[in-house]
């Protein structure tokens, strides 16, 4: 937790810096502390504890920036830290680019608590968080003989950080979380061994799930079972919700100022143009409370606002920081976006499956590379072979390659079935003609 006395402590540093050759300062303070609990066939395999705190601050001296952060937080040892902090910003070059966001785009406050955080973290007895952890391994244990290995653990944190910009931007932020995961290896076919995993996670500890992680990992693994190649080509393939987010960032990787910048995007000057299927609308909707992900600022103060990222396959928005709309000559937007949630369509992961002839359902991506100035991919894939509408052969060792601009214009179907959980609320993707590579 960050108390009053380290706001004030805060508040003193950037006034040191700006009394002591700064012309502009931002100071961050952050207190980050977090728990695991990891068993091993419901023993317990090892136990974790950090908890870290420290000041960040940013220096603007005469035209330079400097960036510096220390863990003591004693007010001698900060103005030494300070003062060597702002010499060593005299020696670096000059950036014209590097200032504080107008402050005529700060949060000022005044909205309601996103009530992000459990004061539940500080009272929660370890046997019980043992016992959340053991349970997801009982579920798992003794139900198959081929199991391996259960491995199982509980985690849970909070994280706060308080932020002051010299130009007039004061704003704090806090929040917890918990998870509860699961992971079971199974002896396949052969020298295979098959591992699968699911796990939950929330803003609060009652709405923790107590059943289902153990039993949901060791019902993956087993689909899993008999894995081999599917004969190359074009098939419908199908994403499901643990892995369609790794579809879409690569996407939003190329919206963002600093790739804009270096001329690293395969979205470069596409603003306002259809670059996917209509069926992908966007939404930055960071204001929803309780909810993961949402926020009122960003790292810079800037106030966040819902905005759209696509709509109708149209490209919307870039995120363009201060820093890297200064270099590009064009209005700032945002650093980043918050909660993303995609619209989704009126059918669940087994309800898309059934519309699919001939098709692949991805369920995890083994590696592989994209290119950010073209787009271009290569991903190795395992999942299920579809037929009419039903999954037979569980696949891996294949590889789906192709392009995302391609790829999503080809997308033409979404389900509804987004994990709840994320800050990114993906659901289901279904995309046409795509290539893949195995026999």
């Not at 066939?41 to 090892?46: S, Y």
């Not at 910009?165 to 509860?180: A, C, D, H, Q, R």
């Not at 995302?404 to 994320?422: C, E, M, P, Q, Y």
Request: charged letters at 25%; a neutral charge; one cysteine or more.
């Amino acid at each position: 937790m960050i108390t009053d006395d380290n706001k004030k402590l805060a508040q003193w540093a950037m006034d040191f810096a700006l009394k002591n050759g700064c012309q502009a300062a931002k100071v961050i303070l952050y207190a980050n502390s977090n728990t695991s609990f990891e068993l091993r066939d419901a023993k317990m395999d090892r136990l974790q504890q950090a908890s870290e705190s420290g000041l960040g601050i940013n220096l603007y001296v005469d035209g330079r920036y400097g960036n510096y952060s220390t863990n003591r937080l004693d007010k001698k040892e900060l103005e030494s830290f300070i003062k060597n902090g702002i010499e060593s910003t005299r020696y670096l070059a000059e950036d014209e680019f590097r200032v504080l966001a107008d402050p005529a785009r700060y949060y000022r406050g005044g909205k309601p608590d996103l009530k992000m955080f459990d004061d539940k973290i500080f009272g929660i007895n370890p046997d019980d968080k043992v016992a959340r952890a053991r349970a997801a391994a009982e579920e798992a244990l003794g139900k198959n003989d081929r199991i391996i290995s259960v491995e199982t653990s509980y985690s849970d944190g909070e994280n706060a950080s308080y932020r002051l910009m010299s130009n007039g931007f004061e704003g704090e932020s806090k929040s917890t979380w918990y998870s509860v995961s699961a992971s079971v290896a199974v002896r396949g076919e052969g020298e295979a061994r098959p591992s699968d995993y699911w796990y939950a996670s929330t803003l609060f500890y009652d709405a923790l799930p107590k059943t289902d992680i153990g039993a949901k990992a060791l019902e993956r693994v087993l689909r899993k079972l008999g894995q081999k190649k599917a004969k190359s080509g074009k098939y419908t393939m199908v994403v499901d919700p643990m892995s369609s987010g790794s579809m879409l960032s690569p996407l939003l990787s190329a919206l963002y100022g600093s790739s804009l910048q270096q001329k690293n995007s395969f979205l470069i000057d596409k603003l306002d143009q259809k670059v996917a299927s209509d069926k992908l609308t966007l939404m930055d909707d960071p204001h929803v409370i309780g909810a993961n992900g949402s926020r009122y600022f960003d790292g810079e103060g800037v106030a966040t606002e819902r905005r759209p990222i696509f709509e109708n396959g149209v490209l919307k928005t870039y995120f363009f920081d201060t820093y890297n709309a200064k270099k590009m000559g064009v209005a700032p937007t945002i650093s980043g976006p918050s909660r993303l949630v995609l619209t989704p369509g009126d059918k669940d992961l087994n309800g898309l499956i059934a519309d699919v002839s001939n098709g692949i359902l991805v369920t995890g991506l083994n590696g592989g590379n994209s290119n950010s100035n073209t787009g271009d991919f290569s991903y190795g894939i395992e999942g299920f072979l579809i037929e009419n509408g039903k999954l037979t052969q569980p696949v891996n060792e294949m590889n789906v390659t192709g392009n995302f601009l391609t790829l999503w214009n080809s997308l033409v179907a979404i389900g509804n079935d987004a994990r709840k959980d994320r800050s990114w609320l993906v659901p289901s993707l279904v995309f046409e003609g795509v290539d893949f590579s195995g026999l």
